[in-house]
């Protein structure tokens, strides 16, 4: 009798498990298929990290934070949300960060597609079933893609954003501390993002037609109030001069340039858009869509930050611009206009195999193989998901290269890497060698840095290979070559 009431209490638990999936087959349908599609790269990368930002600055950013090197302002502008998952995993299973990274980065994705399953559920009204195919088109989408290819931080205070705003504004301290929970942690999971809660909840407050319990407000405003101490601690960093009207002059042409690269971004969805500008929930768009404009727009003005986070505010465009797509995808069977000769039908499908093909081939081709339409703003959109900041074929290569550095560089030896090498080099050598950083200049523009080294070496392409032609380590000799990288020596 004793052996049997574990297998009953098994069986229990197996059949209220299954009746649990069953019940939420759609949600977790929503979380798989994103999960799925960015898996891909990351199974043909092999151990191998994808993503430019993933490489070059989380991964670094995180060693810093896991070895005491950064102090606390330096962790709140981060921001420290995603990194509160990685370290504890890191901490937990003593794994590489590269693997982890790209463990994250299908999760992600994932959580991404069920925060916009729940909130077009919740907040737009759908039901599962459209919810779950607004997942499917929005996920395919080569701008939602892009964002989950390295802007970790983005996407995770987007999902978090979304979850936060599939509810109504609340009346019930409960539900309202709910929802300013999440966009508290919205605001320190991304610092645009956390532009698009300030704007989204001084709006939703300064409207009219919304009812507020007075002792409520402070509860609402205080993901605004953490926005402004983010700002301050980015002050404090090598990064505040920068929010400054200091350096470049007004550049009209950088404002040109998104512009242009917004409208290669949508122009194929304004069909759809303009049949389903009429969602009866549109007006939840209105704050966010603004925030991105203003902030598109102040690309023009002077300063290092404006100008070089402008493309981005094209980016944060795509989730609502996406969903009013799929609003209208889903009213073409029902229009008068093409229901006649059943051209909503034939739409609908060209529509499904044109977006399913184009995903699939994004993230599968390399990016000497890439399909054009993704070479044309190579500054803002990788021409692969499976590139990071080298292209794949280079990954054995810069790891070699790497291991070669770090059995050669002694005490008074010095490796220079440029911001695309610089990650692999935090990565893949010993924490007790020197790294300079020269960020995107050539690794002979900082040689002053390095006075009182006695070797300096730096890796690159050979010449008239790889990226960044303009930044070859000029009075440099080669030491030994892997591949089409090789191991510099100023001296």
């Not at 184009?358 to 590139?387: E, H």
């Amino acid at each position: 009798m004793t052996d049997r009431i574990p297998t009953l209490s098994v069986g229990t638990f197996a059949l209220r498990f299954i009746e649990l999936i069953r019940r939420h087959r759609l949600a977790l349908a929503a979380f798989l298929v994103p999960l799925s599609i960015r898996i891909i790269p990351e199974i043909l990368s092999g151990p191998y990290p994808v993503g430019w930002d993933i490489i070059a600055y989380y991964i670094p950013n995180t060693i810093d934070m896991a070895s005491g090197n950064m102090n606390p302002w330096g962790i709140i502008t981060s921001p420290p949300v995603m990194y509160a998952i990685v370290l504890p995993a890191y901490l937990f299973t003593k794994t590489n960060f590269v693997l982890i990274f790209k463990v994250l980065g299908p999760i992600l994705y994932g959580f991404l597609g069920w925060s916009i399953f729940s909130f077009c559920q919740r907040r737009l009204h759908w039901s599962s079933n459209k919810a779950l195919y607004a997942v499917l088109f929005i996920s395919a989408y080569f701008v939602t893609l892009r964002i989950a290819w390295d802007a970790y931080q983005a996407e995770l205070g987007l999902a978090l954003f979304l979850l936060a705003e599939s509810t109504q504004v609340v009346s019930s301290v409960k539900s309202a501390s709910v929802r300013v929970f999440l966009l508290s942690l919205a605001v320190l999971s991304n610092q645009l993002v956390g532009v698009l809660v300030v704007g989204t909840q001084l709006w939703t407050l300064l409207r009219p037609s919304t009812n507020h319990s007075p002792r409520l407000i402070p509860l609402q405003l205080s993901p605004v109030a953490l926005f402004l101490l983010i700002l301050y601690a980015t002050m404090q960093t090598p990064l505040g001069p920068g929010l400054s009207f200091v350096g470049p002059l007004a550049n009209l042409s950088i404002l040109t340039t998104n512009l242009s690269f917004l409208f290669y971004a949508y122009i194929l969805l304004v069909p759809l858009v303009m049949l389903g500008i009429k969602l009866r929930e549109r007006s939840v768009f209105t704050p966010w869509m603004i925030a991105c404009v203003i902030g598109l727009a102040l690309s023009e003005m002077p300063g290092h930050l404006f100008q070089d986070i402008g493309y981005r505010w094209v980016l944060l465009l795509s989730l609502p611009l996406l969903i009013l797509a799929y609003e209208g995808y889903s009213r073409l069977r029902a229009s008068s206009t093409f229901r006649a000769r059943n051209l909503g039908v034939v739409l609908r499908a060209i529509l499904i195999v044109s977006l399913s093909s184009s995903a699939i081939l994004y993230a599968v081709l390399p990016a000497q193989s890439a399909l054009p339409f993704y070479t044309m703003f190579p500054q803002y959109v990788p021409s692969s998901m499976v590139q990071s900041s080298l292209p794949s074929s280079d990954y054995p290569n810069v790891v070699n290269a790497m291991l070669w550095v770090d059995s050669h560089l002694s005490s008074d030896s010095v490796l220079i890497t440029q911001q695309a090498f610089y990650g692999w080099a935090r990565s893949y050598l010993s924490p007790d060698k020197q790294v300079v950083n020269s960020l995107l200049a050539p690794p002979n523009s900082v040689i002053g840095e390095t006075g009182s080294y006695t070797h300096v070496f730096t890796i690159w392409w050979v010449s008239g290979k790889g990226w960044f032609q303009s930044s070859f380590p000029i009075g440099a000799r080669p030491l030994v070559t892997f591949g089409d990288l090789a191991v510099y020596e100023f001296r």
